[in-house]
């Protein structure tokens, strides 16, 4: 018998030998799905601000005192979340501040990055692209940036992000001093909201929120307070009332400031009279001229 034949007679045997226990298994070569490294590098803030005195000199973003956490997330097509991950400054948890590595499926993703100061009992969402918000009592400063990624391969990708600053700044001075009973300065903005769209950098809500502070001068100084709204649009006019309040949050004097102006990515200063009973809101002044805009890079 030659080697042909003595094949077949095996392959034949073999048939004929299989009890209803055999099973004809089929394998099939089914590719991996690729993954990709992604790594994205905030290296950079935009910010635009009033011009200051004196000169300024560029700064790594690790070294800027107003963010200390970014978040950062992938969406996919669907707008489902794929990855999701925050580093705070100065907990150990990363290499370098600002760098992240995401390994990805071949697709196509929305990236949103958030930059934003950091203080003990803040408490942010990052929910999609289009929402995102502070739900502990006042929004910090805050940049944010979008794109779309896609991974075609394999091959590392990497990206460098520049996220542009999108809260507007409230400055409230005093122009008289501090007296021992008043502990609080409760400020209510008539617009504006605590959430924001990461994409548009603009307010998802235009109700309005409070927000209190304690000053720290001393007793008779005069004080300052600082809050950071969103806006709904990209310049907003509003209501804001200021009260003076007391350890127990009685009201000790109230002043109601209208139409003041505010611009995303600028100050509003308001100045005047806060603890006077009899001091009008007209004897508040408003900063609105805006100076020069100056852009730093870092």
Avoid at 186 to 195: D, M, Q, V, Y
Avoid at 246 to 272: E, H, S, Y
Wanted: hydrophobic share 40%.
């Amino acid at each position: 018998m030659n080697n042909k034949m003595f094949l077949a007679a095996a392959m034949l045997l073999a048939a004929t030998s299989c009890t209803n226990e055999c099973e004809l298994t089929v394998v099939e070569n089914n590719a991996e799905q690729v993954t990709a490294p992604v790594t994205v590098r905030v290296s950079g803030f935009s910010i635009t601000q009033e011009e200051f005195s004196g000169t300024r000199a560029a700064q790594n973003p690790a070294d800027y005192e107003g963010v200390g956490a970014i978040d950062l997330a992938f969406y996919d097509a669907a707008g489902t979340e794929v990855y999701k991950t925050t580093q705070i400054k100065g907990d150990g948890s990363y290499t370098t501040f600002g760098e992240f590595t995401a390994n990805l499926q071949v697709g196509t993703y929305t990236m949103v990055a958030v930059a934003r100061y950091h203080y003990a009992g803040d408490a942010f969402t990052l929910t999609s692209p289009t929402e995102a918000a502070y739900t502990s009592e006042r929004p910090r400063e805050t940049f944010s940036a979008t794109q779309t990624v896609t991974v075609t391969s394999a091959s590392p990708l990497d990206l460098d992000v520049t996220l542009n600053r999108i809260s507007s700044w409230l400055k409230i001075v005093s122009t008289d001093g501090r007296p021992a009973s008043a502990t609080k300065i409760r400020t209510t903005f008539g617009k504006g909201g605590k959430g924001f769209n990461p994409t548009t950098g603009l307010a998802t809500t235009d109700a309005g929120f409070t927000q209190t502070n304690n000053p720290s001068t001393a007793v008779g100084a005069t004080i300052e307070v600082n809050a950071l709204p969103f806006l709904y649009t990209n310049e907003e006019s509003m209501t804001v009332t200021i009260e003076a309040l007391d350890a127990g949050d009685n009201v000790l004097a109230t002043k109601v400031v209208n139409n003041v102006p505010f611009k995303r990515n600028r100050q509003t200063i308001l100045t005047g009279a806060v603890f006077t009973a009899e001091a009008s809101s007209a004897a508040f002044k408003l900063e609105t001229s805006w100076l020069d805009e100056e852009t730093v890079n870092f």
